[in-house]
């Protein structure tokens, strides 16, 4: 079967194929994302599930084009949206405006962008593109390492400096997951690993001085409750609090009455836990199963490289924003501001995600797809 | 790239992927693990922790007991305290509000720099106390201008208020807040609203008037604003004290005082009831619970007339002729005849001392009528003399004096009753047989209070009882007869007799007698001197105010069936006859035209 028959088939045929209960699936994440919002907002549409269900719609949009464009065509500008997103973070860098202490936002139009939830993707589309052409073989081979490692640092680095470590951590999370998938030996790991632990206390010195705090907050909690642990403690209690079926809808003590911080944002999980209790909160983490679960059954039936190596590193972008906010919010790890994507209000985060799942829906449209070496 | 290539590209893709997928799924797990551990295992611990979070438990404080006078009319009670709060909500404008409200309430710019200080530590959902005790205008400024101050709001509270407190302040005292010296530790105590009893009857009755806090849980924010109330238990109020007091009495003997720095005390003989209990100048108490200013303070401790001591039961004075009554009967237990008499010249020489009568030219004969009627100082130096100070003081102690009295008001002074054996211990001297005559006439060592003056008239009027003067309106639990004093009525009528004397033409009252026959009192004048008297200084000669000495008169009326005695101190009043004994006469004939048994009689001649 040839690339140019499938391209081919009428617009309708194509829309009609796309797998569509990953679309509802991703519809009924959202959903509860719209439902939480209104919660929070004290039993309200404004200000945040209005604008939510619009950012939705806008995703919404976005996702079915990234879906339907030939993913030849994704590949040929793969390193073209990659420089576009370096580009953006660096205007960033250069005009960003402040925003929580970092600088993280471009306004764009109407919406303020973060570039580097874009830039996610666009690494990822990089780097399938790169390894698209190599065999297994070529993977290990330390001379054409040279440029992936590149691609990885130079984004990494700007995103560090913003400085975000949480968007940074998984930008490089999917960058690890990519090249592993490619086919890098386990000694690269193995060394990588030893390594990293053995530069965390050098790292630990870098860090700035609230993150630095976190860290020390997270080891020991109940060292200043009222202090940069509150969030943490306050966030396991309402979680706690919940119980086997939550204190109902509207009706989280904790979250209504603003002890939880930032419950619209990073803590919305705590927040669906307080009022749904376990059976809320183990429904989202099954959704996010299955939506990484179907991220990876794509990369396994898909017949070319690209395609494979975006959806892993798709549902590894998936599982990365899971388990740092939900481990942050329940208190295993320390403090990282990541949200949960279809959940957090946000307007990027939401996009991407939507953008993400375009990505996925578009791999799985051409999983029968074969495209040579060169791909082009 | 061969098929067979990719082919083994895809199955190698697929090994790692799945490799990848159960880490994911791994992970996923202890995601899912860490969340039944809180909610499932965990769950019961989080739920009191977040109920701690959002329930809070606040007390209602208890209405304070009132205090009544005898006829149920009110004394203290509690009034609206109109108090004037700041809501500090995000991003709200302080300075502008403060500045604004200052304005309104026109406050000085040191108050308004105060509250701006005290604005800066003010974080969202705190509250800041504008200003408290608003006036009607001040309230209705702040009303008006309501839609301009959305963050300002009045809170009620509770303040003691003493409608009559120019006469009562001494009686009933004050209420303050409490110190950390006070404090039980109790959550009552620890409310910053809360006041108890500081002085006076507010202090020794606090048990009864205090009452039970309420508590109420209520919801609260993250800020700590109120979001709902969920259970209330009220307060229960504190329980009414009805003193002996009475109002109209007591209000008439204060007006009556004027400008004098001044104590009047009146009881009933024979139940022990304080009717009148009055020491002038006094302060206002309203101005204490409110937060006294200082200027005021100042004012009050500065001013000569002491308004901050309760002269009726914590001064003490010489009780200088008014003494001699206690004299006369410790000379009749002893065995001296009324009859017996003494030579007047105006003077005793005793040792090489000089003891002079109050008169210069002397009484002549007198005996121990006479000498009660007119005040003869050399009679009773003669007497004291043959005495011995010991049995005077026992006869003292009968009467009240050198112990306290146990008047249900804090702060009472015991006075002195000297022996020989009080001076050896006090002083480590020997008594000086000189220092006897001046206790012969109510001087040298002796001190009393008027509370303990018009305790002694209570008993000699009585015939003797042990009568215990009490500011509680008699109940069920005073008893009907007090304990005998162990004096004979023989000598009391004697005593009493004297008294009636000084009330006669020729006695050194006898202008003071009450023009209503029905109510005719006995008493008796005294003069405490402050300096000693000295006959060289010119007659009418001006001296100064605190050389001046003190006026005494005690007495006792209706004359012939006792019913109320009455002790009045005038200090630096100069003569008893001049300066006490018409404000004795004045409120004994109130007293009994208030008598309800009088009133009833007269009510029905007319």
């Known amino acids: ?376 | 790239m061969s098929l067979r290539a990719e082919n083994d590209r895809q199955i190698f893709f697929t090994r790692r992927a799945l490799v990848l997928g159960a880490v994911k799924l791994g992970v996923a797990g202890v995601l899912a693990g860490r969340l039944y551990y809180l909610q499932v295992v965990r769950s019961g611990e989080f739920v009191t922790l977040s109920d701690s979070n959002r329930i809070k438990l606040q007390l209602i404080l208890p209405p304070r007991g009132r205090i009544l006078d005898r006829f149920g009319e009110q004394m203290a009670y509690n009034k609206v305290n109109y108090r004037c709060v700041f809501n500090m909500e995000q991003g709200q404008e302080v300075k502008a509000v403060i500045s604004h409200v200052s304005k309104l309430l026109e406050m000085s710019p040191q108050q308004e720099a105060a509250l701006l200080k005290e604005a800066k530590a003010l974080r969202p959902g705190n509250t800041l106390l504008l200003k408290e005790y608003l006036s009607w205008e001040e309230l209705s400024r702040i009303e008006v201008n309501a839609p301009d101050l959305p963050s300002v709001h009045i809170d009620l509270g509770q303040v003691r208020y003493y409608p009559d407190y120019e006469g009562t302040a001494h009686i009933l005292g004050h209420v303050g807040a409490v110190s950390e010296e006070e404090s039980d530790g109790s959550p009552l105590h620890r409310q910053p609203e809360f006041r108890h009893g500081k002085s006076g009857v507010e202090k020794h009755f606090e048990r009864e008037l205090v009452g039970k806090p309420g508590v109420k849980r209520v919801e609260m924010d993250a800020h700590g604003l109120l979001v709902r109330e969920l259970a209330r238990e009220e307060s229960v109020a504190g329980e009414d004290v009805t003193l002996s007091i009475d109002m109209r009495l007591q209000n008439f003997t204060v007006k009556r005082i004027g400008e004098e720095s001044a104590s009047v005390v009146v009881m009933d003989v024979r139940s022990g009831e304080v009717l009148t209990l009055a020491s002038m100048p006094a302060f206002d108490p309203n101005r204490f619970s409110q937060g006294i200013k200082p200027d005021y303070w100042k004012s009050l401790l500065n001013n000569e007339k002491h308004p901050l001591i309760n002269k009726a039961l914590a001064g003490q004075y010489p009780p200088g002729s008014i003494f001699k009554m206690i004299v006369a009967l410790a000379g009749l237990k002893a065995g001296v005849s009324e009859h017996n008499t003494s030579y007047c010249p105006g003077y005793l020489a005793f040792g090489s001392h000089v003891f002079r009568c109050w008169k210069k030219e002397g009484h002549g004969t007198v005996d121990m009528h006479n000498a009660l009627s007119w005040s003869c100082d050399v009679y009773f130096y003669q007497l004291a003399h043959r005495l011995g100070v010991d049995a005077i003081a026992e006869m003292a102690r009968k009467f009240g004096m050198g112990e306290l009295t146990g008047i249900e008001i804090p702060g009472e002074k015991s006075g002195i009753a000297p022996t020989e054996a009080w001076k050896r211990k006090r002083y480590n001297q020997p008594w000086l047989g000189g220092e006897t005559l001046n206790v012969g006439i109510g001087q040298g060592y002796v001190l009393v209070t008027p509370l303990q003056m018009a305790l002694m008239a209570a008993r000699l009027a009585n015939g003797g009882y042990a009568v215990k003067p009490s500011i509680l309106k008699a109940g069920a639990e005073t008893p009907t007869e007090w304990p005998k004093l162990g004096v004979p009525k023989s000598h009391l009528e004697l005593v009493q007799e004297g008294m009636r004397g000084v009330m006669a033409p020729g006695g050194t009252a006898h202008r003071s007698q009450i023009p209503d026959e029905q109510f005719h009192m006995a008493g008796k004048t005294g003069t405490a001197q402050v300096v000693k008297i000295n006959h060289n200084r010119p007659k009418g000669a001006w001296v100064p105010w605190n050389e001046r000495h003190h006026a005494w008169f005690v007495a006792y009326a209706p004359n012939t069936t006792p019913h109320y005695a009455c002790a009045v101190l005038v200090e630096h009043g100069d003569a008893g006859s001049k300066a006490a004994a018409p404000i004795a006469r004045d409120v004994l004939w109130e007293t009994q035209k208030l008598d309800p048994c009088n009133r009833f009689r007269k009510e029905t001649e007319e």
């Open chain 1, 1 to 376: 079967m040839s690339a140019s028959t499938r391209i081919s088939r009428p617009f309708g045929y194509r829309l009609m194929h796309l797998h569509w209960p990953l679309i509802m699936l991703i519809g009924m994440l959202s959903g509860l994302g719209f439902l939480i919002l209104y919660s929070a907002a004290g039993g309200n549409m404004d200000p945040w599930t209005s604008r939510q269900m619009l950012r939705f719609a806008l995703g919404f949009v976005l996702m079915l084009i990234v879906a339907l464009v030939p993913l030849q065509t994704l590949m040929r500008y793969a390193y073209v949206l990659y420089g576009a997103a370096v580009l953006m973070l660096i205007v960033v860098e250069l005009f960003g405006h402040m925003g929580m202490g970092a600088q993280r936002w471009v306004k764009v139009g109407f919406v303020n962008l973060q570039p580097s939830e874009l830039m996610k993707l666009c690494l990822v589309l990089a780097l399938a593109r790169y390894f698209h052409g190599l065999s297994p073989q070529e993977v290990n081979r330390p001379l054409l390492l040279v440029v992936p490692m590149l691609l990885i640092a130079v984004p990494v680095v700007l995103i560090l400096k913003q400085p975000n470590l949480g968007t940074a951590t998984i930008t490089a999370g999917v960058a690890v997951a990519v090249l592993f998938a490619a086919g890098l030996t386990y000694w690269v790991y193995i060394i990588g690993i030893v390594g990293g632990a053995a530069a965390v206390p050098v790292l630990y010195h870098f860090l700035h001085d609230y993150q630095k705090r976190r860290v020390d907050t997270f080891l020991d909690p109940e060292s200043d409750p009222l202090g940069a642990g509150y969030n943490i403690l306050q966030s396991k209690i309402a979680i706690g609090s919940g119980g086997l079926f939550g204190k109902g809808f509207m009706e989280g003590s904790q979250s209504q009455l603003n002890f939880l911080p930032e419950k619209e944002t990073d803590f919305i999980f705590t927040m669906f836990a307080e009022e749904f209790g376990f059976a809320g909160g183990m429904t989202v983490i099954l959704l996010y199963v299955a939506l990484i679960g179907a991220s990876i059954l794509f990369a396994v039936t898909s017949r070319n490289q690209f395609g494979r190596l975006i959806a892993i590193g798709v549902a590894t972008m998936f599982f990365l924003h899971m388990f740092i906010n939900m481990a942050m919010v329940m208190g295993l790890i320390p403090v990282v501001g990541v949200p949960l994507p279809f959940l957090s209000y946000g307007g990027t985060i939401l996009i991407a995600a939507m953008i993400a799942v375009g990505l996925l829906l578009n791999v799985h449209a051409n999983r029968f797809l074969v495209m040579g070496r060169g791909g082009l």
